[in-house]
T-cell receptor
Framework: EADIYQTPRYLVIGTGKKITLECSQT?????MYWYQQDPGMELHLIHYSYGVNSTEKGDLSSESTVSRIRTEHFPLTLESARPSHTSQYLCASSDLERHQETQYFGPGTRLLVL | AQKVTQAQTEISVVEKEDVTLDCVYETRDTTYYLFWYKQPPSGELVFLIRRNSFDEQNEISGRYSWNFQKSTSSFNFTITASQVVDSAVYFC???????????FGAGTTVTVRA
């Protein structure tokens, strides 16, 4: 069982607003990830981090940015939200367990930009 | 490049029927990991199983079983005696040994009717 938290769970916001989606994990995992998922569709990796002060862009281009100042915290920021950003955002973390990596996911944030 | 294909978009069954979800993958690596996740209507992804490429032994966990066949690049998932609580979207995913990122299939929506 994983302890990974995301806030808010739901967010409705107007175009042009700046938003930050929070993700925290209490397992001390080095690696953290952000995925974007449209309803009923597959997950696409948009950002990942393999440790403090390390961030990389994922396979799907995103206008969002991330930071990793503390091991347990990996927030995602949109400077100016647009309707095209409407989606579900899922955060995950992983670490070596028995020589293998498994990603554990948070509950997700459902974002609606009007 | 890696790719995961879940050809079945939706499956609908009546309670107590068995249901098998297909997953076919592509990778050039000899070491890789395969995963199944469940996404109930609440939205979070729940880890079900991880299998590495060197272990072709099939696995059973309660009503869940997995059939891994390297010869056909498949990692199929069977739910025996399905229950309404099994209704969810199920994702198959792949990661390669030196790359912790996951590539997801498009998911299969399973609906179990009472």
């Amino acid at each position: 069982e994983a302890d990974i938290y995301q806030t808010p769970r739901y967010l409705v916001i107007g175009t042009g607003k700046k938003i930050t989606l929070e993700c925290s994990q209490t397992m001390g995992h080095d690696k953290m990830y952000w995925y974007q998922q449209d309803p009923g569709m597959e997950l696409h990796l948009i950002h990942y981090s393999y440790g403090v002060n390390s961030t990389e862009k994922g396979d799907l281009s995103s206008e969002s940015t991330v930071s990793r100042i503390r091991t347990e915290h990996f927030p995602l920021t949109l400077e100016s939200a647009r309707p095209s950003h409407t989606s579900q955002y899922l955060c995950a973390s992983s670490d070596l367990e028995r020589h293998q990596e498994t990603q554990y996911f948070g509950p997700g944030t459902r974002l609606l930009v009007l | 490049a890696q790719k995961v294909t879940q050809a079945q978009t939706e499956i609908s069954v009546v309670e107590k029927e068995d249901v098998t979800l297909d997953c076919v993958y592509e990778t050039r690596d000899t070491t890789y990991y395969l995963f199944w996740y469940k996404q109930p209507p609440s939205g979070e992804l729940v880890f079900l199983i991880r299998r590495n490429s060197f272990d072709e032994q099939n696995e059973i966990s309660g009503r869940y079983s997995w059939n891994f066949q390297k010869s056909t690049s498949s990692f199929n998932f069977t739910i025996t005696a399905s229950q309404v609580v099994d209704s969810a979207v199920y994702f198959c995913a792949l990661s390669e040994a030196d790359d912790y990122k996951l590539s997801f299939g498009a998911g299969t929506t399973v609906t179990v009717r009472a």
